[in-house]
């Protein structure tokens, strides 16, 4: 009987330590959460963009000559239009190719097998070594915005290789919450390319160097807008929502580092009288012409904002880009 007695107690335990763990895990799933997953598809094509971006800047400043600057999948190709230039190309792009600093890990491979034509190819270890580092930054960048938002006790990590869970008691709108966090954020200037007209452009084939894209607004208006990036929001070190009594409503005030200070002057300088854009995750907010060089590295973007559509943008300025696009895997309210 003793040891009857004895396991009956052993597993009345165990069923007791059971319904714990059940309930505690119970618990756990229906707290108020939202699981996020890094987009790996979108962390490869922003690689591709780096590095035609790295190509063109490494190609103009050597004063080599190419043609047909196109990347898909995970690879971006150049064709080298002077054959006696090959070998200096090769030099000028070594540095696509060479190591991460730290790591060790080739990001990319050269494939030099046809005449005139360089591929530079993601490598599987530069693939899974840009979506580690993409998902800790995206951590730290989620982390800024719960933060920026007044979420009590936030609690923001990564679960596996592409997972980040955000605890979110106390928030009076999840829904906007998870339309901040994954929203891209990225800023950018670009200026207007005015060397055809835009339905030209849409119905027709784009200049090279030039895409069509659309502003935020309804209906959406078709501009077209030259690639090379003048000033992004990583240049950005400080925004606020604020009004502009001239014209009475809300916009947005930034202050940019010296990078970006200095950028913005020079191209503002050459560029007088020209209209760019202002970009947001590649939608148009406005269009404002260059009137004068804008030298103090502070300025205001307008875009027929709601006060509260202008805290949102300040808000994702200051926190800075994500560096690859989230999506919501699972939501608890």
């Not at 707290?31 to 063109?56: F, K, M, Q, Y």
């Not at 027929?304 to 696009?325: H, M």
């Given at each position: 009987?003793?040891y009857?007695?004895?396991?009956?107690?052993v597993?009345?335990?165990?069923a007791?330590?059971a319904?714990?763990?059940?309930?505690?895990?119970?618990?756990?799933?229906?707290?108020?959460?939202?699981?996020?997953?890094?987009?790996?598809?979108?962390?490869?094509?922003?690689?591709l963009?780096?590095?035609?971006?790295?190509?063109?800047?490494?190609?103009r400043?050597?004063?080599?000559?190419?043609?047909?600057?196109?990347?898909?999948?995970?690879?971006v190709?150049?064709?080298?239009?002077d054959p006696?230039?090959l070998?200096?190309?090769?030099?000028?792009?070594?540095?696509?190719t060479?190591p991460?600093?730290?790591?060790?890990?080739?990001?990319?491979?050269?494939?030099?097998s046809?005449?005139?034509?360089?591929k530079?190819?993601?490598?599987?270890?530069?693939?899974?070594?840009?979506?580690?580092a993409?998902?800790a930054?995206?951590?730290?960048?989620?982390?800024?915005?719960?933060?920026?938002?007044?979420?009590?006790?936030?609690?923001?990590q990564?679960?596996?290789?592409?997972?980040?869970?955000?605890?979110?008691?106390g928030?009076?709108?999840?829904q906007?919450?998870?339309q901040?966090?994954?929203?891209p954020?990225?800023?950018?200037?670009?200026?207007?390319?005015?060397?055809?007209?835009?339905?030209?452009?849409?119905?027709?084939?784009?200049?090279v160097?030039?895409?069509?894209?659309?502003?935020m607004?309804?209906?959406?208006?078709?501009y077209?807008?030259?690639?090379?990036?003048?000033?992004?929001?990583?240049?950005?070190?400080?925004?606020?929502?604020?009004?502009?009594?001239?014209?009475?409503?809300?916009?947005?005030?930034?202050?940019?580092?010296?990078?970006g200070?200095?950028?913005?002057?020079?191209a503002?300088?050459?560029?007088?009288?020209?209209?760019?854009?202002?970009?947001?995750?590649?939608?148009v907010?406005?269009?404002?012409?260059?009137?004068?060089?804008?030298?103090?590295?502070?300025?205001?973007?307008?875009?027929?904002?709601?006060?509260?559509?202008?805290?949102?943008?300040?808000?994702?300025?200051?926190?800075?880009?994500?560096?690859?696009?989230?999506?919501?895997?699972?939501?608890?309210?």
């Amino acid at each position: 009987m003793f040891y009857l007695s004895r396991v009956t107690i052993v597993l009345t335990w165990l069923a007791v330590a059971a319904m714990l763990v059940f309930d505690a895990s119970n618990l756990l799933a229906a707290s108020p959460h939202i699981l996020l997953r890094l987009d790996a598809a979108d962390v490869t094509n922003g690689r591709l963009v780096s590095t035609r971006d790295e190509i063109r800047t490494l190609l103009r400043d050597a004063k080599i000559g190419y043609t047909e600057l196109t990347g898909s999948g995970r690879t971006v190709q150049v064709h080298i239009t002077d054959p006696g230039q090959l070998d200096s190309a090769k030099a000028a792009l070594k540095t696509v190719t060479d190591p991460v600093a730290d790591s060790g890990v080739q990001e990319m491979t050269l494939d030099d097998s046809e005449p005139g034509l360089l591929k530079f190819t993601v490598t599987d270890a530069g693939l899974k070594y840009r979506t580690s580092a993409a998902l800790a930054q995206s951590v730290e960048v989620i982390k800024n915005r719960v933060r920026d938002l007044g979420v009590t006790d936030p609690v923001v990590q990564s679960t596996d290789e592409d997972g980040i869970l955000i605890r979110t008691a106390g928030v009076a709108d999840p829904q906007r919450l998870g339309q901040i966090l994954t929203r891209p954020g990225r800023l950018s200037f670009q200026l207007v390319d005015q060397s055809m007209p835009v339905n030209e452009a849409i119905n027709g084939r784009p200049p090279v160097g030039s895409a069509v894209f659309y502003s935020m607004g309804e209906p959406p208006v078709p501009y077209l807008i030259e690639n090379w990036v003048i000033l992004s929001g990583e240049n950005v070190v400080d925004a606020e929502a604020t009004r502009n009594l001239a014209i009475d409503e809300p916009v947005v005030a930034f202050r940019l580092d010296s990078r970006g200070t200095a950028r913005f002057k020079w191209a503002t300088t050459q560029n007088v009288g020209k209209p760019f854009a202002v970009m947001l995750d590649d939608q148009v907010i406005s269009v404002p012409i260059i009137r004068e060089p804008i030298e103090g590295g502070t300025g205001q973007i307008s875009g027929n904002f709601t006060a509260e559509s202008a805290n949102d943008l300040a808000l994702l300025l200051r926190t800075g880009p994500l560096p690859a696009r989230l999506t919501i895997a699972e939501e608890a309210r």
